[in-house]
Structures are given as C-alpha cells and as structure tokens.
C-alpha cells in the first residue's frame, strides 16, 4: 500500500512559478513509475508529467513543455514539480499518482489546488 500526500499549491499571478511536492509512504518511489495529473473544472483529468522508475525518462503534455519539470528524490521518497511561466489555464486541482504491480496508476494522493490570476 502506497500513500500519497502533495503539497505547494496555492494562488500565483501568470507568469509565476510553484513547487509541487508529493511525498510517498508505504513503498519506496524507486520502485514505481510516478506521474502529475489534473483536473481544471468541468474538464476531464489529464496527464501533466510522469516519470519512470529510473527517473531518466519524463513524459509532458505539450501544453506543460519547457515550463514545467518533474523529479524526484528518492532518498527523501518526495516527487516534485516544478511550474514556471505559469498561465491561467494551468489552474487545476493537481495530483500525484503511482503506479502498481500492473502499470497503471493505482495509487492517488488527495490533490492540490493551483489557481492562476491574470
């Protein structure tokens, strides 16, 4: 059993940045693939970034590219996200997530809200 808590959300105005953090109990994050998620109001919950277990090949939706940067720390058994040049469509509830035995992720944190003003 994995649990997952995030922190750092909070409101910026556009063009500021946040920190995400997603600290892990339960399993060692070295163990599974881990990924950043989002759900804006209204709209259906999508990927943002994730990583495998090498933490060697991030993925990011083409909207987050060159702004935003996953990573992880796998002595602090902590994930982040780093959001720079940050706009308001970018405002969401964000999540973490981790994956299972099989692949998918399975397992969720309670999410964060990141609000951007214009």
């Known amino acids: 059993q994995v649990q997952l808590v995030e922190s750092g959300g909070g409101l910026v105005q556009a063009g500021g940045s946040l920190r995400l953090s997603c600290a892990a109990s339960g399993r060692t994050f070295s163990a599974y693939g881990l990924g950043w998620f989002r759900q804006a109001p209204g709209k259906a919950r999508e990927s943002v970034a994730t990583i495998d277990r090498s933490g060697t090949n991030p993925y990011y939706t083409d909207s987050v590219k060159g702004r935003f940067t996953i990573s992880k720390d796998n002595g602090k058994n902590t994930m982040y996200l780093q959001m720079n040049s940050l706009k308001p469509e970018d405002t969401a509830v964000y999540y973490c997530?981790?994956?299972?035995?099989?692949?998918?992720?399975?397992?969720w944190g309670q999410g964060t809200q990141v609000t951007v003003s214009s």
């Open positions: 997530a981790a994956e299972g035995a099989t692949g998918v992720f399975q397992y």
